[in-house]
């Protein structure tokens, strides 16, 4: 049973643009779907981007570097685009909407699409935090291994939550859950 909403074709979108090659990367974007792939389980849309909602910089370092599928049934392959020949966000927005469009449409999973920016976002950082959290926990065992004793190391996960405490405790002021909580949920 569907859990997510379905779009049809025409219909303007917020989604999370993401990839085979890099999964962990979200690219927030503003689209278009210009046609559809019914699935039981997680339809897909071929999109035409319209705008994008992080930094030039960000995509310079990832947009480039990922690939994506361009039709329902193929491989995933990088953009034909470089870096360089952009200086914002908008001169790239441009490119991909010119009358060589088509080139440049991705396929995107049904359940990373939303109806408003809103639901987008709140979407964004649900998967933002599970990744960030996920990666603190990784840090935190490598760092107080017994044998690793480098300049990142500590004696162990509590100074290691310690130092976390110290740095990230007023971000958790307006948080939903208590910082120890926090903690207490990666181990």
Same mark, same amino acid.
């Given at each position: %049973?569907?859990?997510h909403?379905?779009?049809?074709? &025409?219909?303007?979108?917020? &989604?999370?643009?993401?990839?085979? =090659?890099?999964?962990?990367?979200?690219?927030?974007?503003? &689209?278009?779907?210009v046609?559809?792939?019914?699935?039981?389980?997680?339809?897909?849309?071929?999109?035409?981007?319209?705008?994008?909602?992080?930094? %030039?910089? @960000?995509?310079?370092?990832?947009?480039?570097?990922?690939?994506?599928?361009?039709?329902?049934?193929?491989?995933?392959?990088k953009?034909?685009?470089?870096?360089?020949?952009?200086?914002?966000?908008?001169?790239?927005?441009?490119?991909?909407?010119?009358?060589?469009?088509?080139?440049?449409?991705?396929? /995107?999973?049904?359940? %990373?699409?939303?109806?408003?920016?809103?639901?987008? $976002?709140?979407?964004?950082?649900?998967?933002? @935090?599970? /990744?960030? =959290?996920?990666?603190?926990?990784?840090?935190?065992?490598?760092?107080?291994?017994?044998?690793?004793?480098?300049?990142?190391?500590?004696?162990?996960?509590?100074? @290691?939550?310690?130092?976390?405490?110290?740095?990230?405790?007023?971000? @958790?002021?307006?948080?939903?859950?208590?910082?120890?909580?926090?903690? $207490?949920?990666?181990?």
């Open positions: %049973m569907k859990r909403r379905i779009f049809n074709k &025409g219909d303007y979108i917020y &989604g999370l643009v993401a990839s085979q =090659s890099k999964p962990n990367i979200l690219i927030p974007i503003r &689209g278009l779907i046609d559809t792939k019914w699935d039981r389980v997680n339809p897909k849309y071929k999109i035409k981007i319209l705008k994008f909602y992080d930094s %030039m910089y @960000f995509l310079k370092k990832h947009f480039f570097d990922i690939s994506f599928s361009k039709d329902f049934d193929s491989k995933s392959r953009m034909a685009l470089k870096p360089g020949d952009y200086n914002n966000i908008e001169e790239l927005a441009i490119r991909l909407n010119k009358e060589d469009e088509k080139r440049f449409h991705i396929i /995107i999973d049904s359940i %990373m699409c939303m109806k408003t920016k809103h639901e987008m $976002k709140e979407l964004f950082n649900r998967i933002q @935090f599970y /990744i960030i =959290s996920k990666r603190y926990k990784e840090i935190r065992e490598a760092s107080s291994r017994a044998m690793f004793t480098g300049t990142l190391s500590v004696d162990g996960k509590h100074e @290691f939550d310690a130092l976390f405490r110290s740095a990230w405790s007023n971000k @958790f002021e307006s948080f939903d859950i208590s910082l120890n909580e926090y903690i $207490k949920s990666l181990d």
